[in-house]
């Protein structure tokens, strides 16, 4: 899903620069204990793949936690 992900962000102009390993720990941690997190593992506020949105650096949580 990633390489998809990377290949529509470079269709739209926007980077796919990588945050580390323990920030993208870090910000899945953040959502796994935010109760705007869905079962199906999107987020409720904006609509995304958390797994996949927490992975780049040009990313950021609506709620502001990362």
């Known amino acids: 899903m990633s390489l998809l992900i990377d290949l529509v962000k470079k269709a739209k102009g926007k980077p796919t620069d990588k945050v580390s390993d323990a920030l993208y720990r870090r910000r899945i941690l953040t ?10 593992g999107n987020c409720s506020v ?21």
């Open 31 to 40: 959502c796994q204990l935010c109760p705007k997190l869905m079962i199906t």
């Open 46 to 66: 904006c609509g995304c793949f958390v797994k996949d949105k927490a992975k780049y650096v040009g990313e950021s949580c609506p709620l502001g936690k990362w």
